[in-house]
């Protein structure tokens, strides 16, 4: 009961100046009243951010007693090793590398080059190695499109 009139808040509070460009990724209410909050922005999750954005939803918080007098209130983006969760993370990943667990086992590595119609276009990234397979798989592979509802994970993978 408590989660949802806090992600009502969430919304509300996301739909005004500084957030418009912003959206709630995720919410983890912990049983010893610890909350996480992850948000992301277009042009990216600042510190500036958190800092209003944890003001905001604390005074609505101390207001309204939802998780008592005592709690624990963090506000971040989901950073590299959390999964993609909503449309609008793929659409600002456009160009990165992804590791994308598919619902039949299979997994996928590849760099995100669009989304259209609820589908991800993956384009393979080719085997590293030595030999001939390692030549082979160096060709360019076609992009292959994965529609949302057939990944189980996709995480953005660190490049050097």
């Known amino acids: 009961m408590a989660e949802q009139k806090i992600r009502d808040v969430l919304e509300r509070i996301l739909s005004r100046e500084p957030f418009t460009d912003c959206f709630l990724v995720e919410l983890i209410l912990h049983p010893n009243d610890k909350l996480e909050v992850f948000i992301e ?3 990216g999750v600042t510190f500036s951010h958190c800092k209003q954005l944890s003001r905001a939803l604390e005074e609505v918080l101390d ?4 998780l008592g007098e005592r709690y624990v209130l963090e506000v971040s983006s989901p950073g590299i090793g959390r999964p993609l969760k909503h449309r609008r993370q793929y659409d600002l990943n456009v160009g990165r590398k992804l590791k994308v667990e598919l619902k039949d086992g299979r997994t996928l590595i590849g760099r995100l080059v669009g989304m259209e119609d609820e589908q ?3 384009q393979p990234l080719p085997h590293k190695g030595k ?4 030549t082979a798989a160096k060709k360019q592979m076609e992009a292959v499109e994965i529609p949302l509802e057939e990944v189980a994970s996709a995480k953005v993978q660190v490049e050097f």
Not at 63 to 66: A, D
Not at 131 to 134: D, L, T, V
């Open 41 to 43: 922005c277009e042009g």
């Open 63 to 66: 207001t309204e007693g939802w």
């Open 120 to 122: 991800l276009r993956l």
């Open 131 to 134: 030999g001939k397979k390692a």
